[in-house]
């Protein structure tokens, strides 16, 4: 009985290297890993060891016949990633699948390799796999910081709290909190003296801000960036309450993130009892008035941003309709496109948008709609959005503007506002400065992404180490002892 990957799948890879036949697939080195939703099993090679479920970080491997209920299809999905595929004509456009990759020496750094003082300001993946980089690989001694007083950055305020074991690779990270090499400071602003106490300075800050939409009325009261209901929800100290009297929301953007809070906005109240889910959310929950939430999706389902786990799971529940006011839907969904065919069997109905929203609760996907305008006058009453015969005002009380995010400008960093990150080449901003994350690359790829971007981070801070090219200082005051360091001038 094979193994399979399940939902939860971050994509870290940290199962492909401990595979003893090489049978997980896409790896870090083969080209579709950077796209892949997740990673997959092949049935035919395994050889049922486990040394993949020890090893995953989010619980997301299971023998492939206890797989029960929503997870029962994942059998089939491992499956039908190599189904089909011809491996050795493959071999020749991807040397690496099913072959043993050539053997990879990882960094060698100089016998007299001074340890470092780094800090790495942000807790959330980019930052603990920077700081995991460092610990293991290296003498380094770390500092910690985060401005809030938890740690868990994205992982504890932005994995959705019905996602568990999603959020148990925090678990992971947080074995390094107590690192006799590493100093954890919570609640601290990262301030200038960070660059001066310290040898090198990792900024791995993410990127909360919504990306602006750009249309009339976006900036009206009950109009909420993603971050806000997402943080409302998992307990941010910055998030305030989100309003939940009206009966209709409208989502814009159909990634995860917008999955996720139409999913936690319908969800019976009572089946996240006992998540992590904040206390105060879960009360507005059970009063909550919203029946219906609008996903609102520019381009067709053939280029929805979500993942199939993440729509598996949404239409799992029962209750997800599509609006089927333009012809292209059913054709894109009944025609050969895979991702728009994960919509095949689900309800299709031209949504009358002057009705309120039937009885019960439910989630509306609504292609090939982009909006044109918020509207109200002193607060949000509705969105205009497009339509093949028009536009169609579509009456809500909240809108969420979950179209992507982007990164804040960084104090005493370089900022490129075209692209909300950091400039930098492979994470260095320059000598002793450095970003890793969504703050580096943009706000893309999912928690396991940013294991080798972090990688890279650090990879270029030894490099500049190496090569002489940081400030070495000794800073008994830090530690309040003489790090070990030998002097480079
Ligand atoms: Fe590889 Fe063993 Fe996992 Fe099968 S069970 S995928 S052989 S690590």
Redesign the pocket.
């Known amino acids: 009985m ?2 399979a990957i399940t939902q939860t799948c971050c994509a870290d890879a940290s ?1 492909v290297s ?4 090489n ?2 697939h896409p790896t870090p080195d083969e080209p579709d890993f950077g796209t892949t939703d997740m990673l997959y ?2 049935p035919a ?9 020890d090893a995953c970080p989010v619980d997301a ?1 299971f023998p492939a016949g206890d797989l029960t209920g929503p997870l029962k299809v994942y059998e089939e999905i491992n499956a039908e990633y190599y189904a089909g595929r011809d491996i050795l004509a493959e071999a020749t456009v991807a040397p690496n699948f099913h072959r043993w990759s050539p053997p990879e020496f990882g960094r060698v750094l100089p016998s007299d390799f001074a340890a470092l003082d780094v800090a790495v300001v942000g807790t959330g993946p980019a930052g603990m796999y920077a700081v995991e980089d460092l610990l293991l690989h290296t003498g380094s001694r770390v500092t910690l910081i985060d401005r809030l007083a938890t740690a868990g950055g994205l992982i504890r305020y932005g994995v959705a709290p019905d996602h568990p074991s999603t959020k148990k690779i925090g678990e992971t990270f947080a074995r390094f909190h107590d690192h006799p090499r590493l100093r954890l400071r919570l609640g601290v602003e990262a301030g200038p003296e960070l660059a001066a106490r310290h040898d090198a300075v990792i900024y791995a800050v993410g990127a909360t801000e919504a990306r602006r939409l750009g249309v009339p009325g976006e900036d009206l009261p009950g109009s909420l960036p993603a971050a806000a209901v997402v943080g409302w929800y998992n307990g941010h100290p910055d998030a305030a309450p989100v309003d939940l009297s009206a009966e209709r929301v409208v989502v814009v953007g159909t990634g995860n993130v917008a999955l996720d809070i139409a999913r936690i906005l319908t969800a019976d109240p009572g089946s996240l009892a006992g998540t992590s889910l904040a206390p105060a959310a879960l009360a507005r929950l059970r009063s909550s008035k919203v029946r219906e939430v609008v996903v609102l999706a520019r381009r067709g389902p053939e280029d929805a941003a979500y993942t199939r786990p993440e729509l598996l799971e949404l239409a799992a529940r029962g209750n997800l309709v599509v609006d089927a006011h333009d012809p292209r839907i059913g054709a894109a969904i009944d025609g050969g496109d895979e991702k728009a065919a994960l919509l095949r069997g689900l309800p299709r109905e031209v949504v009358e948008w002057s009705a309120p929203p039937p009885d019960g609760r439910r989630v509306v996907l609504r292609f090939h709609s982009s909006p044109v305008a918020f509207t109200g006058d002193t607060e949000i009453r509705g969105v205009r959005a497009t339509g093949p015969a028009g536009e169609v005002e579509i009456p809500a009380g909240r809108v969420v503007r979950a179209a992507g995010f982007r990164g804040a400008p960084v104090p005493g960093l370089p900022f490129d506002p075209g692209t909300g990150t950091v400039p930098n080449t492979a994470g260095r901003v320059e000598p002793g400065t450095y970003v890793a994350g969504w703050i580096k690359r943009g706000p893309s790829g999912g928690i396991g992404a940013n294991k080798a971007c972090a990688r890279e981070t650090v990879g270029s801070l030894l490099e500049d180490a190496i090569a002489g090219r940081l400030r070495i200082r000794r800073r008994a005051r830090i530690f309040g002892r003489a790090p070990a360091v030998r002097q480079r001038s």
């Open positions: 094979a193994f199962c401990v595979c003893p036949v049978c997980i099993v092949d090679t395994c050889i049922d060891c486990g040394a993949c479920a491997i």
